[in-house]
């Protein structure tokens, strides 16, 4: 057990949709990372936040957007689902950025129907 | 452009061999680099880690990796694997160029099969 908690576990939903993915980082790491792991794309960075403000953007489409919130969890909000974006969504978080290591939740996996 | 390749999508090896996951990197400067493990419908895990000081670098499960500075890798080693180590491995790179945010470079993961 990481010590990173992710909510839901699995989600299904329509295209078209809007969907929201909660992330608890462990006790103490400010930093929170959201990846996309797809069948081919691999492991997407998708953005970093730390201590509540953006830190980094990767591969982020607009329909997606991040917040960290005071108390540091973290949500992915994802909208106009189209089928493409059926995935696994992982949360990840560190005490900062540089040489620290990240620890990775268990994921959600999103399916869009 | 900065990136990280494991040329190998698949490695298989039997059990009791040595095994080798590859990874090369072309990024500016010297960076930290990071193996990290996936187990089927898990998360990825922290395995071991580069930042400076002996090239050879011990970590989880029996892990070790080697930093060739001129060769520009960081592969990961076992000298006797073992089934459980089938999974999924990822090589990651932060640079430390100005520029950077404090986002990794990730390969596309290695898939290692051991055989009994």
């Known amino acids: 057990d990481s010590g990173v908690t992710q909510t839901p576990k699995h989600l299904i939903t329509a295209t078209g949709q809007r969907v929201t993915l909660r992330c608890s980082p462990r006790?103490?790491?400010?930093?929170v990372y959201w990846y996309q792991q797809s069948l081919d794309q691999g492991l997407q960075f998708l953005i970093q936040y730390y201590n509540g403000e953006e830190r980094a953007k990767g591969n982020i489409l607009e329909r997606f957007s991040a917040q960290q919130f005071p108390d540091l969890h973290s949500e992915l909000n994802l909208s106009s689902l189209e089928l493409g974006d059926s995935a696994l969504y992982f949360c990840?978080?560190?005490?900062?950025?540089?040489?620290?290591?990240?620890?990775f939740g268990p994921g959600t996996r999103l399916t869009v129907t | 452009a900065q990136s990280v390749a494991q040329p190998e999508d698949q490695v298989n090896v039997a059990e009791g061999n040595p095994l080798t996951v590859k990874c090369t990197y072309s990024v500016s400067g010297n960076p930290y680099l990071f193996w990290y493990v996936q187990y089927p419908n898990r998360g990825l895990q922290f395995l071991l880690k580069?930042?400076?000081?002996d090239n050879l670098v011990k970590g989880s499960y029996g892990f070790e990796a080697e930093f060739n500075k001129s060769q520009t890798s960081f592969h990961l080693k076992k000298p006797s694997a073992l089934v459980s180590d089938s999974a999924l491995y990822f090589c990651?790179?932060?640079?430390?160029?100005?520029?950077?945010?404090?986002?990794?470079?990730w390969g596309a993961g290695t898939k290692l099969i051991i055989k009994p």
């Open positions: 990840a978080s560190s005490v900062g950025g540089g040489w620290y290591e990240q620890y």
């Open positions: 990651a790179v932060r640079p430390l160029n100005m520029d950077s945010n404090y986002q990794l470079i």
């Open positions: 006790s103490g790491d400010l930093s």
């Open positions: 580069y930042i400076t000081g």
